[in-house]
């Protein structure tokens, strides 16, 4: 069984591991303007967790596809750090992550006793990022992007001769950059960046090819909830309403080798992520 070692906490990587997510952004690309006071962030997160969450993921700055707008660390801080302060008092058992390519945000947050940082551009966007996570004992999820917060979830980078290959060396090169940092490699687990520099086929590549991301040796985490390929073949054009799709998504996932989960609506992903891992269990022990 592996595991993800997050400052003080072992996550067991035994069964789906869900990780809800709280946007403090106004521009979301599914649920931009819920800037949540500390107060609402705590409830939502309690929400989440009494509905399965096993981790809850507090994002500052919005990747969206049209328009991202990057924000300076200080704003960002000013978004996140009353957050992370509200639910490590409210909910101390709580493992909280924040999803910040910044190393001053995640200076701050971690300071203030989150457990790990979720970069999107898996280490590559500020130079101080790897020793900030090693210095903390942080837990790090490496999600594959390329080029900035601006045009990272674009097609502009788009360019692959074999995706999963690509992706697959792109991460490793990431992990290296970790460990050469003081980063452990159980701190780490993998993401590869569902929608990032990926148009819908290249999204549905890297889910299918999985199992070539699990050689690297780490947990996979896939961030598919809600996203635009989902739309592309559903044609549910409001993200809010691709509930049935992302499931769609996560059980494919679930069934190729990702463990952990980014997720919107964590009732849904839990219970369809529980029921599908006990069949593939059921399956593993015959
Ligand atoms: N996707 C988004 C943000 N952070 N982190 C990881 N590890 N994996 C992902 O796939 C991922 C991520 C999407 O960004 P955004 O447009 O900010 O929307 P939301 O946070 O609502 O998903």
């Not at 599914?30 to 969450?53: I, K, L």
């Not at 159980?186 to 889910?207: Q, T």
Request: with cysteine; hydrophobic share 50%; net charge negative.
């Amino acid at each position: 069984m592996s595991t993800w070692h997050v400052r003080d906490r072992v996550i067991r990587v035994d069964r789906p591991v869900v990780l809800g997510i709280l946007n403090v952004t106004p521009d979301s690309f599914s649920d931009g303007g819920n800037f949540f006071s500390p107060d609402a962030a705590v409830a939502h997160a309690t929400r989440m967790v009494a509905e399965g969450a096993d981790v809850v993921d507090v994002g500052g700055e919005s990747t969206r596809p049209q328009g991202a707008v990057p924000v300076d660390a200080a704003a960002e801080i000013a978004r996140v750090l009353p957050v992370v302060r509200a639910l490590r008092a409210a909910l101390p058992e709580l493992v909280v992550s924040v999803d910040t390519n910044k190393a001053a945000v995640a200076e701050a947050v971690l300071a203030a006793g989150a457990h790990a940082i979720n970069d999107v551009s898996a280490l590559r966007l500020d130079p101080a990022m790897a020793d900030t996570c090693a210095r903390h004992g942080a837990g790090v999820i490496l999600m594959h992007s390329r080029g900035g917060v601006r045009d990272m979830a674009t097609f502009v980078h788009a360019t692959y001769a074999d995706v999963v290959d690509e992706v697959a060396r792109e991460l490793a090169r990431a992990l290296d950059a970790g460990r050469a940092a003081g980063i452990a490699d159980d701190a780490m687990v993998l993401d590869p960046g569902v929608g990032f520099a990926k148009r819908g086929e290249h999204s549905l590549a890297v889910l299918a090819g999985l199992p070539r991301l699990a050689a690297l040796g780490r947990p996979l985490l896939v961030g598919a909830s809600r996203k635009r390929f989902i739309g592309e073949i559903t044609h549910v054009t409001e993200p809010a309403a691709r509930v049935h799709g992302t499931t769609g998504a996560h059980v494919a996932a679930l069934c190729a080798g990702a463990r952990l989960f980014r997720v919107h609506d964590v009732r849904a992903a839990r219970e369809s992520l529980d029921v599908a891992w006990a069949v593939l269990r059921a399956g593993a022990e015959a």
